[in-house]
């Protein structure tokens, strides 16, 4: 069988996925690509190097015999404003040598949009799949153009990728990068370590949300689903929850009643501002079978327990 390839391997979608693609296909058919950060207990194939180096993709492509990627690595929506040309090479150029990899070995690929792709002109409740794409952030505006540059190479060349439009997915085995929702794992940091956060967000901000798990069913889910029924090959919108600051705070609040959380909104608030707050996914729950399992005390119990676990 030929090996997966996941860029992005230790971010905080990658370092659920790649375990989850080890247990399913068996240790020695994942590689893992980092850039810097690699976790201290990791076992399987790791490869260090950067997605903006082609040479380097097209040798592990090579070199490891590789049939699918699954390109997780990129900037987030605050990293993408400190460095805007940077959040271009990466998520842009980046994706174009994957693609153009696949492209020449007809590799399958998984690549994340998000829920950035949307912007102030955007509906905000019930976001259907087609709408008005008009991001305000750098992120957003590589995410637009990463989706049409995926349903580019599948009408032109035939290739075979799949992408979701992810909410703020809540996990707990990477740290939070530099993006916006991130303020629901944060949170928990918080709680854990000093019983205090200080949330960068409006208590009012509501955003739609996701748990890992159910975010990591669902990418499994669009990879495995026959061809035929993928009916959108820009980026699927992909939803779960939608919850505000206020709403996550009450729920920690029902076992940690002295948990306090003071809200002092930041230049991240107004990236919030241009985000919608409910999407229609009913594309993908049609075409191939998605449906979402954790709701907010779910959510909120599993990441309680698993950022006390592993700070302690
Ligand atoms: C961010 O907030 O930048 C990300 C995202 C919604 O893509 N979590």
Known sequence: MKRILVTGAFGLVGSDLVPELQKKF???????????????DFKGILEKGDVRDSKLMADLVKKH???EIYHLAGLLSAGGEKQPDLAWEINVDGL????????????????????AAFGPST?????????????????????????????????KYGVDV????????NGYKAKPGDGTTEYAIHIFYGLVKDNYYECFLQADARLPMMYMDDAIKG??????????KITIRTSYNFAAISFTPEELYQEILKFAPDFKVEFKPDSRQK??????????????????GWKHEFDLP?????????IKQKIN
């Open 26 to 40: 068996g240790p020695d058919s994942v590689v893992a690509l980092a850039r810097e950060t690699v976790s201290s």
């Open 65 to 67: 015999d590789i049939g």
């Open 96 to 115: 174009k040598h994957v693609l153009d990899l696949a492209k020449e070995h007809q590799l399958k690929v998984f690549w994340p949009s998000s829920i």
């Open 123 to 155: 509906p905000k409740q019930n976001v259907p799949q087609h709408t008005s794409l008009e991001p305000t952030t750098m992120y957003g505006v590589t995410k637009v153009t990463g989706e049409l540059l995926c349903q580019y190479y599948f009408e």
């Open 162 to 169: 799949r992408s979701l439009r992810y909410p703020g997915l």
């Open 219 to 228: 990418t499994l889910a669009l990879m495995a689903a026959p061809s035929e």
């Open 271 to 288: 990236i919030a501002e241009g985000w919608p707050q409910t999407i229609d996914d009913s594309s993908a729950r049609n075409d191939w």
């Open 298 to 306: 779910k959510m909120t119990q599993a990441l309680y327990e698993g």
